[in-house]
């Protein structure tokens, strides 16, 4: 059944491993060898910040974080960002890992609520790039691939909660997402 619903496979797991490389040294060459803070995005950058982070090597503190649309309509489009406990960001070198950067609105809402926390530097990483769905004028700092206006499944991506644990980033059948809409 899994054959039906993926139309194409957009990159194979082994390319995704040689761009993770290639980001984690551009990330190191920018950042130098010191500590880094890996804010890592539920739910969908979950896959990208473990194989980044062991691709850095070096002191790494990992922090989750999530972002979310306001689910009581009141004010659509705004984000919601959860930041756990009493974590301190001042001073430190973070790096912000998403998954995809798709309209922007959420990458926005995380870089205005980590510079509030008065960091040292703040880089921001995407694995992947939709620029033709941006709402708002932001990229990342780094950007592993430039990717086309379909719907994307694996390596942390989904649809309804299924294929974050493909390996390779595909593209889903239309029919799939259409049949349920």
Same mark, same amino acid.
């Given at each position: 059944m899994l054959?039906?619903?993926?139309? @194409? !496979? ?17 990330? @190191? ?10 804010v890592?995005?539920?739910? =969908? ?5 473990? $194989?980044?982070?062991?691709?850095? =090597?070096?002191? !790494? ?10 689910? *009581? ?11 756990? =406990?009493?974590? %301190?960001f001042? =001073?430190? #070198?973070?790096?912000?890992?998403e998954?995809?950067? #798709? ?14 926390? @008065?960091?040292g ?10 620029? $033709?769905?941006? @709402? ?10 430039? !990717?086309? %206006? ?5 390596y ?12 390779d ?9 259409? *049949?349920?809409?």
């Open positions: 054959e039906k619903e993926i139309e @194409r !496979v957009l990159f194979s797991a082994d390319e995704i491993r040689a761009r993770v490389r290639e980001l984690a040294a551009e990330i @190191r060459y920018r950042l130098g060898d010191g500590e880094l803070v890996a890592g995005v539920l739910t =969908g950058a979950f896959v990208f910040l473990a $194989d980044l982070v062991r691709e850095l =090597g070096g002191e !790494v503190r990992i922090v989750l974080v999530r972002a979310s649309s306001y689910r *009581d309509g009141t004010r659509p489009g705004e984000i919601s960002v959860e930041i756990p =406990g009493e974590t %301190d001042e =001073g430190g #070198d973070i790096l912000l890992v998954d995809i950067v #798709d309209t922007g609105q959420s990458l926005k809402a995380l870089k205005h609520t980590l510079l509030e926390r @008065r960091p530097s703040l880089t921001t990483v995407a694995l992947l790039d939709k620029p $033709d769905r941006r @709402r708002v004028e932001i990229t990342a700092d780094v950007t592993g691939f430039t !990717v086309p %206006d379909e719907f994307l499944v694996g942390g991506l989904d649809y309804a909660g299924l294929y974050r644990n493909l390996p980033v595909c593209v889903l059948a239309r029919c799939v997402y259409e *049949d349920h809409a």
